[in-house]
């Protein structure tokens, strides 16, 4: 398996395969091939390559979040109070363990992270931010942004 930061070489049938499973993640090896212009087993051989070379990270189900009361959206951003190397590792570390927390992403800012972070509501929020955001290591401040409206997301 190849290094995950290193890019892989595609050309047209690679990136139509992708295309068409980010459509459709369910769809039969028969099917796809179909839809890329191949015969079965060279499609299930560029496919297994893409899975291999972590190209294709997985497959998962797309729940509606508004389905199951998780519809209110907020974005932290959080400021460490240190940003060395063994710090960044630790806060890391820790906000994976949040299941609250769908997306985590470092910064270039005036804050070092910026969070996304899918509850019930508002109350269920705040106990998240208190008590489990704001207790990660080297977390100096937080500030919330809420999401009064989702226009566009991924799945």
Request: overall charge positive; hydrophobic content about 40%; some cysteine.
């Amino acid at each position: 398996m190849k290094n995950r930061d290193s890019q892989v070489e595609l050309d047209s049938f690679d990136h139509q395969i992708i295309d068409a499973l980010t459509r459709d993640g369910r769809m039969t090896v028969t099917e796809l091939a179909r839809q890329v212009g191949l015969s079965k087993t060279p499609c299930q051989v560029r496919l297994r390559r893409l899975i291999d070379e972590g190209v294709i990270r997985g497959f998962r189900a797309l729940v509606d979040a508004g389905k199951l009361g998780m519809d209110h959206i907020a974005f932290a951003t959080v400021k460490l109070s240190d940003t060395r190397e063994k710090a960044l590792t630790e806060f890391n570390q820790a906000v994976r363990k949040i299941r609250e927390v769908e997306e985590c992403h470092m910064i270039a800012s005036n804050f070092d992270y910026l969070l996304k972070v899918r509850t019930t509501d508002i109350r269920k929020y705040r106990i998240v931010l208190g008590e489990k955001i704001s207790s990660l290591p080297h977390v100096a401040s937080t500030s919330t942004f809420v999401a009064m409206e989702t226009v566009q997301e991924v799945g």
